[in-house]
Nanobody, 117 residues
Framework: VQLQASGGGLVQAGGSLRLSCAASGGTFNNYRMGWFRQSPGKEREFVAFINWSGGGTFYAGSVKGRFTISRDNAKNTVYLQMNSLKPEDTAVYYC???????????WGQGTQVTVSS
């Protein structure tokens, strides 16, 4: 499946952004979808995932309570609503797809999120 992430930008601390990731070329509801991020000089880290139906989600501790992952299977799109943003949330955010329980194999191109203090 091909993934196209969008919605990044520059925001002040305490602000909000919503990232979107549009999928094409596959049966979207066969995929578990995840968001990851990578800051300069750091390894890529897990942010959140959502199961095929949207009924199951899981978050990294650093974002729990501030970020919400959701999906619209009719639109083949997964979202990441980010509230109460902090400068440490600054990173390139990637969406990823895992087919039927496999590991994440398909990745989007990334979208930059910059949070100013």
């Amino acid at each position: 499946v091909q993934l196209q992430a969008s919605g990044g930008g520059l925001v002040q601390a305490g602000g909000s952004l919503r990232l979107s990731c549009a999928a094409s070329g596959g049966t979207f509801n066969n995929y578990r979808m995840g968001w990851f991020r990578q800051s300069p000089g750091k390894e890529r880290e897990f942010v959140a995932f959502i199961n095929w139906s949207g009924g199951g989600t899981f978050y990294a501790g650093s974002v729990k309570g501030r970020f919400t992952i959701s999906r619209d299977n009719a639109k083949n799109t997964v979202y990441l609503q980010m509230n109460s943003l902090k400068p440490e949330d600054t990173a390139v955010y990637y969406c990823a797809a895992a087919y039927l329980g496999r590991n994440y194999e398909d990745w989007g191109q990334g979208t930059q999120v910059t949070v100013s203090s």
